[in-house]
Each structure stands twice: as structure tokens, then as C-alpha cells.
């Protein structure tokens, strides 16, 4: 029997298998295409909008002990080499898997009773974030670099333990379809978030200081940290005025022993048996897609410091030309797997993801050239944009609702720990050799990606033939 199978087909085979209840036999059949009024109405409702004040609140700490504070550290004279192997705090988002199971099940004092399973670790997770974003703008990097360093890694951990409450939210409040609508509300957040972490900071790092003084100021970033810290009250009255989504009830523990078997064990069996052979392709491309741009982001800041750029220059240009097509990416992104499917879109990102690296590297032998970097950083976050969308969406359709926190945490952290690892030496390599150098390697870096998407694109359109076929 011959079948003919389009991507509408495969990319529903992933979210098929995440469901626990079968379906019936018209599921098999190819699914209507949404028009484009309804494929853009989709943002409009409640929950598609509660996810871009959730995603500011997730996208808020990333680069403040990243991107943001690497630009602090190289102007307060910390060299490359030291700021590349501090970037391997951000390894917490990593092992977010090896808690994942206790958000996923474990109940908080008081506060779960009033505010739910999901919305208690979320609340909870952002006033870690910012007491500890408090305790950043307090310290001093000349004097002593371990206080930073410590208030950085709870920045990092309560930030990560955020993520995973906060994809289990996003996964239960809407069905498989609108998956993709969320992923794009919730990156335009993230993006925004990042945008204000990034350059808001540097802007308000600017206007603090004192005016005829030159060099290096504490004041000034003591005061952005702070403005940074008082930005997650947003996303905290968010969780305090959004509904929990509705709990799936699990069959209570006999024991301990069974508990920890529901908790740590089920999760990731779960997943293995659902995919079986087709698991070790879909792991390796969650690790690999997103290599090139954790990579080169990490000295993307000191880049800019050592091409001459102020801090009102790069905060101008993120800001505007930076929001604008971060937005248009995220949109056009979310649309465009909504309505061609999820893998075309992951295929394109990684292609751009890759290219706009290259942009960097010529933006390396240009020198202080402003408009350059308005076009570089355009394009660069066009491409993050669509990339993440595609990308969130389809870890979403790889989850099971059951086990929505570990499984969907397992796959974020998997995301990050090779790339995070190996941005770890970004700033040894650029000691080593130049900026040019090494932007053009992450550039090579996502060319392996590629033929993983391929592979994975293939293999479902093979599952989904099959399913049709039975």
C-alpha cells in the first residue's frame, strides 16, 4: 500500500504519542490547515497573552549572569579567558532534570495549598531570583569575585527551577494544536525579557553614571542590578493573578519506594518507550540545535566592548532594531509551524542560526561600524526568533502531559548542557586566536544540526506512514 505523506502529517505524529488517551481512527487522517485569520486569532486569547508576561519573567536572569554580567566583568578589567569559564554557571540549566522530578511532584509548604502545584515553585523560583539579583548588584568584581559568583549560581538555579515550572504551565494550559501559538508568546517575552537584561541594563548603567568621571563605575551597574531585580515583581503579580491549570490526578504512592519509581523513574521510561529506537536521534538533535548560538553569545558582549562600542550604542541598537525583529521572529515563527509544520521551520532555523554567526565574523573585521552592527543584529535575532519558536514547539509535542515538567525539563537541559560545556573555553579559544576565528567556528558547529533535522524529519515521516498504514 502506498502512502503519501505530507509534514501536517508528521509534525501531529510527535504530539500523538505524547497523549496517553488513543485517539480515534480520523486522527489518522490527514489534519485541516488552519486559515490565517484562524492561525492569528490564536494570540489573542487569555492564555497565548498570559505567555508573554510569564516569558519576560523566564527570560529576565538568563543574561544577567551571562551575556549582561560578561559586559560587566570586562569593564570592570576581568580578562576573557576568566569570563569564559564563569559562563559555566550557566551548566545549572543543564541538570535541571535532577530536580525536575520534586517541581513536578513535590508540594510546597503553605503555598501549594494556596496557589496550586505549577503557580507555588513559580512564585517561589522568582523571589529566589530576585533576592539574589538583589545580592549581585551588592558586590563588587574588582574586590572579590566569589560573592558574584555565588549570588550568580542561585540566580542560575532558582532561574532554571523557574523554567521547569513554567514549561509544565505553558504545556497544561492549552491542547497540542495551540502549542506552537504559546511557544511564540512565550519567546516574544523571553526575547523582550532579554532585550531589557541586555540592553535596558546597559542603558541604565549609562544614565547612572557620574557625569565627567571616566573608567570603570560600581554605582552604575549596582543601580541597573537593581532595576533588574524590581522587573521580576512583573512576572510574580502574573502567577498571582493567573488560574492553575487543571491537575492530572496520579494514583497516590503506597510507599517511598513507589513515589520515587512515579517520580524519578516513570518520566524518562515513559519516554524511552514511546520513541524507543527513534530516542537517541531526537536526543541528539535537542543537544546539538541550539550549539552555534549559546556558544558565541557568551563573548558577544566582550566583543562588543573590545570593537569600541559604548553601552548607549549597543543598548540603542538591541533595543530597537534588536525588539523589532525579535518579535517579527517569534511571530512569523510560531505562524509559520502552526500552519507548514514544525520540522520545515526547525530546518530553517538552524540554517539561519548558523549563517548569522558568519554575519559576526564579518562584523569582526569592520571595527567600530555602527550600522553594521545594526544589520548583524537584526538578522541574528530574526533567526533566533524563528529558530526558538520551532524549537519550543517541538519539544512541547515530544512531552507527555503526565510528566510534562521532567520530561519537557530533561529535553531544555539537554538543550544547553553540551553547548554551555563548550562555551566554557569561548574565551581561552579567542585569547588563543581572534574573534573572526572564532565566530566562523560556531558557524561551523550547526552544520552536524542540520542533517540531524534531516534524519529526524525522515524518521517521522516514516512513523507517520506507518501509523497510517495500521
Known sequence: MNVRVSESQVTPYYSRMRQTVSEPTSANRPPARPSWGQTLRVYLEPPTLRMVLLGFSAGLPLLLVFGTLSFWLREAGIDRTTIGYLS????????????????????????????GRRRSWLLLSQSVIMAALIGLAFTDPRLALMPMVWCALAVAVASATQD????????????????????ASYQTGYRIAMIWAGAGV????????????????????QTAYLVMAA??????????????PIAIVMPRARNAAEWLKGALVDPFADFLKRYGKQAALILALIAMYRISDVVMGIMANPFYVDM???????????????????????????????????????????????GTN??????????????????????DNLASGIASAAFIAYLSGL????????????????????????????????????????????????????????????????????????
Open 399 to 470: 512531552t507527555n502531559v503526565n510528566y510534562s515538567a521532567t520530561q519537557y525539563a530533561l529535553f531544555s537541559s539537554m538543550m544547553l548542557l553540551l553547548p554551555k560545556f563548550l562555551a566554557g573555553y569561548s574565551g581561552a579559544f579567542v585569547d588563543a586566536y581572534n574573534y573572526q576565528t572564532f565566530f566562523i567556528g560556531t558557524a561551523l558547529l550547526g552544520v552536524p544540526v542540520l542533517l540531524l533535522v534531516w534524519l529526524a524529519s525522515k524518521q517521522a515521516t516514516q512513523a507517520a506512514i506507518d501509523t497510517c498504514e495500521r
Open 308 to 354: 569600541g562600542f559604548s553601552k548607549d550604542e549597543v543598548a540603542a541598537v538591541t533595543k530597537v532594531f534588536g525588539v523589532i525583529m525579535t518579535l517579527v521572529g517569534a511571530f512569523v515563527g510560531g505562524a509559520l509551524a502552526m500552519r507548514f509544520g514544525v520540522m520545515k521551520v526547525l530546518m530553517l532555523g538552524a540554517v539561519l542560526s548558523a
Open 88 to 115: 559555566w554557571i550557566g551548566l545549572a540549566y543543564g541538570f535541571k532534570w535532577v530536580w525536575a522530578p520534586l517541581v513536578d511532584r513535590l508540594p510546597i509548604v503553605l503555598l501549594t495549598r494556596w496557589l
Open 202 to 221: 546597559l542603558w541604565i548603567a549609562a544614565r547612572a553614571e557620574v557625569a565627567g568621571v571616566t573608567g570603570y563605575q560600581q554605582d552604575a551597574w
Open 358 to 379: 558568519l554575519l559576526f565574523a564579518w562584523l569582526a573585521t569592520r571595527g567600530h561600524d555602527l550600522s553594521a552592527l545594526m544589520f548583524v543584529i537584526s538578522a
Open 231 to 244: 522587573s521580576m515583581l512583573l512576572g510574580m503579580v502574573t502567577v498571582l493573578f493567573s488560574p492553575e
Open 164 to 183: 521547569i515550572a513554567l514549561d509544565a504551565y505553558r504545556i497544561e494550559s492549552a491542547d497540542v494544536q495551540r502549542q506552537a501559538a504559546l511557544a
